[in-house]
């Protein structure tokens, strides 16, 4: 049993309507605590309405009091005050590093579109509030440029980037190489000290929107499970790439929208 505290996506692509289809298409049984409604679609984001803390708080204990909640991911919490709320209930809830239930933090800041998807100054309470609980984190090149505010330009540079922000959070990281470009989405697990790098194929004309959260939801669903961290990420790595590799188009007078398969649609043009 996984649970997904994040932001609700209207075109399924992401959020947690991504992490839905593949907690089911990963056999893991789904649980949802919404943090933002999104208005967007692939390429464009167009508003963003927080819920408030106390219904999100209220959301999470619920749901520990009547399941029995196997691992849990964050998404967008866009906010200092929601970090702050869910780090808060997850704590009362025994879930983090230590804890029993083990979390992975997705620190999503901005959309596949450039969009921005986290208020500026809620970068520090990441760090403060969520970061010490993380079990592993699911940074991409952009989020981690900002937590360690400098580029990272270079497959070389991705295994000292990532082993910066495990020493300095004590969680195992994992640093996603797919904005690098070239031939293969290389990415990159520090787990423990030791180092794992993952490869597939880039896929550089196929939209990319929801395939962060994809993978988050994919390693939450093998934790769930009881998979070993490893394990975890290669299956989900796995998965994403299939997904991306069987996206489905749709051909619109503005040009193609693309989605990802989660397992359900057979790749092609869809229904």
Same mark, same amino acid.
């Given at each position: 049993?996984?649970? %997904? ?9 992401? /959020? ?10 990963? *056999?893991?049984?789904?649980? %949802? ?17 927080? $819920?408030?803390?106390? $219904? ?14 196997? &691992?849990?991911?964050? /998404? ?11 780090? +808060? ?7 983090? !590093? ?6 992975? $933090? ?20 990441? !760090? @403060? !509030? ?22 990272? =330009? =270079? ?6 980037? &990532? +082993?910066? @922000? ?18 293969? &989405? ?6 423990? *000290? ?15 929107? *929801? ?8 390693? +939450? ?5 009881? @998979?070993?961290?490893?394990?975890? $990420? ?11 590799? %069987? ?9 193609? +929208? ?10 092609? %043009?869809?229904?």
């Amino acid at each position: 049993m996984a649970l %997904t505290i994040a932001g609700s996506d209207n075109s399924a692509g992401a /959020g947690i309507q991504a992490d839905l289809k593949t907690f089911t298409a990963l *056999g893991a049984y789904g649980l %949802t605590a919404v943090t933002c409604v999104v208005a967007e679609v692939p390429g464009r984001v167009s508003a963003v309405m927080p $819920v408030t803390p106390e $219904v999100v708080r209220e959301q999470i204990a619920l749901l520990f009091d009547a399941f029995p909640v196997g &691992a849990v991911k964050t /998404g967008m919490l866009y906010s200092t005050e929601l970090i702050e709320t869910v780090a +808060t209930a997850l704590a009362e809830a025994g879930v983090g !590093r230590g804890a029993g239930v083990p979390l992975v $933090v997705d620190p999503v800041m901005v959309a596949t579109s450039g969009d921005p998807l986290l208020q500026p100054d809620a970068v520090e309470a990441y !760090r @403060l !509030r969520l970061f010490p609980m993380a079990t592993l984190l699911t940074p991409n090149l952009d989020e981690a440029r900002v937590l360690l505010g400098r580029p990272i =330009s =270079s497959r070389d540079a991705m295994e000292g980037a &990532a +082993t910066e @922000l495990a020493r300095s959070t004590g969680a195992s990281v994992l640093l996603k190489g797919g904005h690098l470009g070239g031939p293969e &989405a290389s990415d990159l697990l520090v787990d423990r *000290g030791e180092v794992h790098r993952f490869e597939g194929a880039f896929y550089a004309e196929v939209s990319t929107h *929801g395939t962060g959260c994809t993978f988050s939801a994919a390693i +939450t669903a093998g934790l769930a499970a009881g @998979l070993g961290l490893a394990e975890a $990420v290669g299956r989900a790595k796995t998965f994403v790439g299939e997904s991306i590799r %069987t996206s489905c188009r749709w051909e619109r007078p503005g040009g193609p +929208t693309w989605a990802l398969n989660h397992g359900k649609l057979g790749g092609g %043009t869809g229904a």
